[in-house]
């Protein structure tokens, strides 16, 4: 793992990436990132894509991981494309990130993989969490489109 992460430092190429929006019915899924990038920062569980697997078999597999729990995945609520620089002006990371909305389905929340810690945060309560301004527009984009959906009952 380690060897992995060392090669996505100035890489030749993009890594394409997911991350997940998960929503319980009344809460946001967050966790404190254990590993580079963001390390310590609360972020979206999410990770890289492996080759022949899909972004929603991504999204299910990495939130497993990351956070103890299964997920449906729901519709692409955008696109995050993080690339920074060294001083010289070299791409020293470059990801292309597709985040999408999810909705809990079972299991319990625990930390795992790269995930030093996870909670379920109420909305009114996000403010509280200092985020990246990509992480805040998913979270907003994806209340946005749970506040326009029909109410289902189970």
Do not use: K, N
């Not at 990351?66 to 791409?91: K, T």
């Not at 999810?102 to 995930?115: C, I």
Request: proline letters at 8%; glycine letters at 10%; charged letters at 25%.
């Amino acid at each position: 793992m380690a060897d992995e992460r060392a090669t996505r430092l100035y890489p030749t190429r993009p890594f394409v990436a997911v991350g997940a929006v998960v929503w319980d019915g009344r809460r946001v899924l967050l966790e404190r990132r254990g590993q580079p990038p963001g390390q310590g920062r609360w972020a979206l569980p999410g990770g890289l894509i492996e080759l022949g697997e899909t972004a929603a078999a991504a999204v299910r597999r990495e939130v497993r991981e990351e956070c103890g729990i299964e997920i449906e995945v729901g519709p692409l609520l955008g696109l995050f494309e993080p690339i920074h620089r060294d001083e010289d002006g070299r791409v020293r990371s470059h990801y292309t990130i597709l985040d999408f909305l999810a909705h809990y389905r079972g299991g319990e929340l625990q930390p795992g993989d790269d995930a030093a810690e996870v909670r379920w945060v109420e909305p009114a309560e996000l403010s509280a969490y200092e985020l990246s301004p990509a992480t805040a527009t998913m979270i907003a984009r994806a209340l946005t489109l749970i506040q326009a959906l029909p109410e289902t009952t189970p």
